[in-house]
């Protein structure tokens, strides 16, 4: 895996703006989790395509 930067977003849980690490693997895949929540699980980013 190779981090790929952070991203500003809103949470819908809690209505903050917090930003998301973006993680790529090699096969082009794009993995996510909120920055300040690091023992949550990698989600498939839904849109990659913004991201390569």
Same mark, same amino acid.
């Given at each position: 895996?190779?981090?790929?930067?952070?991203? !500003?977003?809103?949470?819908? &849980?809690?209505?903050?703006?917090?930003?998301?690490? !973006?993680?790529?693997?090699? +096969?082009?895949?794009?993995?996510?989790?909120? +920055? &300040? *929540?690091? &023992? $949550?699980? !990698? $989600?498939?980013?839904?849109?990659? $395509? +913004?991201? *390569?």
């Amino acid at each position: 895996m190779k981090f790929g930067g952070f991203v !500003l977003c809103r949470r819908e &849980d809690d209505g903050e703006r917090v930003c998301r690490s !973006l993680w790529k693997c090699p +096969a082009r895949h794009v993995w996510w989790h909120w +920055a &300040d *929540r690091p &023992d $949550e699980t !990698l $989600e498939a980013c839904p849109i990659p $395509e +913004a991201f *390569r």
